[in-house]
């Protein structure tokens, strides 16, 4: 059974595709409420253009912005929530959901921590910080990531081994941050807000096999937007 999907590559991604627009609808109509011009909003013009990152339909766009913003007559109303715990071995996780049923949503958050520890709020959180997330990819060669987040107003940044930077911000300067990294070189790929742990933990061979394939149970599961681990692997 655990192999099936393997065999279907087509419906995997298709399957995947959908979350991602799922995840990013939510996103869209959450953002909407503050307007539905992505000029006047900038939280809803990075989901926007998260959205066409994705290449999510022009017409599934304009409905979630219509939605959000109760230009369509339906009524939407989801609420952003956070759970806090630990995965096995002690790693710690935070799981930022959106939900339009609170209840259903702790019930089944509670069965996926089975293997792990659901913690209450503040139990792992201090061992994160909240920051803003903007992954990058340099438009020259010569573009110069350092430089880059000096200039566009970045506290720190990481590469990693596909050529990607990952640039750090003041939760309040994501917008600006993104706006001004084209200037230095940088085409941005996505950007949000989210957790960067502080003390990851360190793991490998089974024990990383346990933790990774607990993170994919809460990762699939309807109502979970991000997951935020203190993983290392070693």
Not at 35 to 62: F, I
Not at 124 to 130: A, N
Not at 145 to 174: C, K, R
């Amino acid at each position: 059974m655990g192999a099936q999907w393997k065999a279907k590559p087509k419906e995997a991604a298709a399957n995947a595709r959908g979350k991602i627009f799922g995840k990013l609808v939510k996103e869209i109509m959450i953002a909407a409420r503050n307007g539905a011009d992505p000029d006047m909003n900038p939280k809803l013009r990075l989901a926007v253009h998260q959205a066409k990152k994705a290449s999510m339909p022009k017409d599934t766009l304009e409905r979630a912005i219509k939605k959000g913003a109760g230009l369509s007559g339906e009524v939407v109303n989801y609420e952003r929530t956070l759970y806090e715990g630990f995965a096995p071995h002690r790693v710690p996780v935070i799981v930022e959901c959106l939900t339009d049923n609170l209840n259903r949503t702790v019930a089944e958050v509670r069965v996926l921590f089975r293997k792990g520890q659901l913690g209450t709020s503040g139990s792992v959180s201090w061992d994160f910080d909240h920051l803003g997330m903007i992954e990058a990819e340099p438009a020259s060669a010569d573009a110069d990531a350092e430089l880059a987040a000096i200039e566009a107003g970045a506290q720190d940044f990481e590469a990693d081994d596909e050529g990607a930077t990952l640039f750090y911000t003041d939760p309040t300067d994501l917008d600006a941050v993104c706006k001004a990294l084209p200037e230095f070189g940088f085409t941005v790929q996505s950007a949000n807000l989210g957790y960067k742990a502080k003390n990851p933990v360190g793991l490998s061979g089974a024990e990383l096999e346990e933790v990774e394939a607990f993170l994919e149970a809460l990762d699939n599961h309807d109502d979970v937007q991000n997951v935020y681990v203190g993983l290392q692997a070693n």
